[in-house]
Structures are given as C-alpha cells and as structure tokens.
C-alpha cells in the first residue's frame, strides 16, 4: 500500500503534492525535496559562489517550505513559491554578509586564537519618510491587484531581479511569454498607480 | 488595457524589452522611437511599462512582495 502510495505520489504535479503535504502526507513533502534539492543547489550557486552557503541556503529553503506549507497557496507555482523563499534568503545573506566589516586585531602572530573579527555595520539608518511610505503602499496594492501570471513574472524580474532566462525556467514559460507578460504587468501596474491618484480617469 | 501590436509580435516585444532595459543601440533605439511615434496605442503602451518598471525599481528593495514570499 504504502509502496503503490509512493509510486502514485511521484507521478504528481508540484501543486498536487503540495495539496498532499498540506493534508499531512509528509511523504509528499519528502519528493519534492528529492525533486528539487539539485536544481535549487545549482540555481543559488549562481549567486552565492559558494557551496557550503548554498548547502545552507537549499536546507533553509525547505525547512521555510516545511514551516510555511500552510500558507502556499495554489495560485501560484509552487516552483515559484520555493525560488522566491530561496533567492530572499540568498539576498539576506548578501545583505547580512555585506554589512559585515573585517576588522584586523592580531597583536601576536603566533596566537593561533587571535582571528580576525567581523562586526556589524551600525550606520545603516532607517527611511521613515511618509511619502515614500505612502508611495510603497500603493505599489504594494498596486502588485496585489495585478493577475497572477502577470504579477509572478514582474516580481521575478523587477523585484528579484532575475534574468529572463532565469524567469523562463521558474515560471516553465517561452521566453517570448516571459517578456510579454513583464511588458504588459509592468504597464497595467502604472495604469493602477494612475487609477489611484487620478481615480476620476478610471475607464469601464 | 487594450491589446496592441506587441502582443501578436514577438520581434516587436523583444524591441521593447531591449528598450525598456536600455539595451538598444542609438540607432535601434531612434527606430523603435520612430515606430512608437507613428503609433499611438503602442507609444502609450511602451511609456506605462517604462514608467511601471522605474516605480517598481525605485522600490524593489523595500517592497513586501505579496503572495509569494514566506
């Protein structure tokens, strides 16, 4: 029974299995994992250039996974869902990593415990202007209100920052799909943005 | 949003992207200007998506992206 289950789960969709783990079938969430551990390890290995970072970045991912299952929803990708989770944890690294500041303090050479020490950067100031909170807002509300193919691949591109080619692979779209759908998100983002500040313009 | 050209030509959506992206050449970019200029539902088109991916860019790093984080 259980043999017959774990072959019927591995010819599933993404979406399905993810439909199977929220329900409780941690076997579900255990193909996934054997389904994606590589291709998620190579794809942050293009940001990290390192392996053991992203040993760590791929194990945080699905324990993200794990942890947030029940907040997946399937109207997005699952593939997409996951890439996200893990380019934000691969950026925060970048940023965690970035603000750290080698500071030299050996006084004896031979001390083998006398290591350089990494503090924190304090000088980063928060930005609580009003307008521009006000302005991420609406672009917030803005992105909420876009369809779901289009917001998807306008993320992706314009927040994550990731390549066409890179995008094409996450969302499984042509590249031409890809492009078109970026153009035409990023287009009707402004006429939401418009909407909101000029709503007398809004067309039926 | 009506449907323009760019959605039935995949050349002319490459076009766009490139120049959105600022990938053009200053000769393909006076073209693609020239061809905007003679089209009107197209050069609408082209400055929302320009003006959409500058207000997302002066954003990205701050934006709560919705749906798809956890």
New interface residues.
């Given amino acids: 029974m259980q043999a017959a289950s774990k072959a019927e789960f591995r010819k599933m969709s993404d979406e399905d299995l993810m439909e199977k783990f929220q329900s409780g079938y941690e076997l579900a969430f255990n193909i996934l994992v054997d389904r994606y551990q590589d291709r998620l390890h190579n794809f942050l290995y293009r940001y990290t250039h390192d392996h053991q970072d992203c040993e760590d970045l791929v194990q945080e991912t699905f324990f993200?996974?794990f942890?947030?299952r029940h907040?997946?929803?399937r109207?997005?990708k699952f593939s997409?869902?996951m890439y996200?989770?893990a380019i934000?944890l691969a950026k925060s690294l970048y940023k965690k990593k970035k603000r750290m500041t080698k500071v030299t303090i050996h006084k004896d050479p031979d001390d083998s415990e006398d290591r350089p020490m990494k503090l924190e950067d304090s000088g980063i100031l928060p930005?609580d202007s009003l307008h521009?909170k006000m302005?991420?807002d609406q672009?917030?509300k803005a992105?909420?209100e876009l369809s779901d193919d289009f917001?998807?691949v306008?993320?992706l591109r314009?927040?994550?920052?990731l390549s066409?080619e890179e995008i094409s692979e996450i969302a499984d779209l042509p590249m031409?799909t890809v492009?078109?759908r970026?153009?035409?998100?990023?287009?009707?983002?402004?006429?939401l943005?418009e909407n909101y500040v000029y709503p007398e313009t809004i067309s039926a | 949003m009506k449907p323009t050209a760019f959605d039935s030509d995949g050349v002319l959506t490459d076009f766009l992207t490139d120049y959105l992206d600022g990938n053009l050449d200053q000769a393909e970019r006076q073209s693609f200007e020239e061809y905007l200029s003679q089209n009107e539902e197209e050069k609408v088109f082209a400055h929302k998506a320009m003006k959409g991916k500058k207000a997302l860019a002066r954003f990205a790093d701050k934006i709560n992206v919705p749906s798809v984080t956890a």
């Fill in positions: 993200r996974v942890r947030s907040s997946y929803e109207i997005a997409t869902w996200t989770i934000n930005d521009e302005c991420m672009l917030e992105l909420e917001r998807e306008v993320v314009d927040i994550q920052q066409y031409g492009k078109s970026i153009n035409r998100g990023r287009a009707q983002l402004q006429e943005l």
